[in-house]
């Protein structure tokens, strides 16, 4: 079983900057990463995701250019920057995990993914 913690979260003024945290721990393995987010009063919705091995990442259309996934192996720590944040990035952030063992596989849909953190707040103000 893996848990996943998540970090990070806070109010901020539109242009700024957070970084999110997802602490892995449990059994040691290869996983694919991924950050989603709901919105009050909306579904959950996918941001991006990182192969376990690093070599790929995908962006929803959203966030590109503004937010960066990384991953520190050593430290079981997946890192979400979020930069130029916007009201409409408000949201609960969870991160999720996908043991997977292809070095590409980036998941993008919720079901594909096999454990979950709790949620952490990002509050954007204008």
């Known amino acids: 079983q893996v848990q996943l913690v998540e970090s990070g979260g806070g109010l901020v003024q539109a242009g700024g900057s957070l970084r999110l945290s997802c602490a892995a721990s449990?059994?040691?393995?290869?996983?694919?990463m991924g950050w989603f987010r709901q919105a009050p009063g909306k579904e959950r919705e996918f941001v991006l995701a990182i192969s376990w091995s690093g070599r790929r990442v995908y962006y929803a259309d959203s966030v590109k250019g503004r937010f960066t996934i990384s991953r520190d192996s050593a430290k079981n720590t997946v890192y979400l920057q979020m930069n130029n944040l916007k009201p409409e990035d408000t949201a609960v952030y969870y991160c999720?995990?996908?043991?997977?063992?292809?070095?590409?596989?980036?998941?993008?849909?919720?079901?594909?993914?096999?454990?979950w953190g709790q949620g952490t707040q990002v509050t954007v103000s204008s």
């Open positions: 999720a995990a996908k043991y997977s063992t292809d070095v590409y596989y980036t998941p993008r849909q919720q079901y594909e993914y096999d454990y």
């Open positions: 449990g059994p040691s393995s290869t996983y694919a």
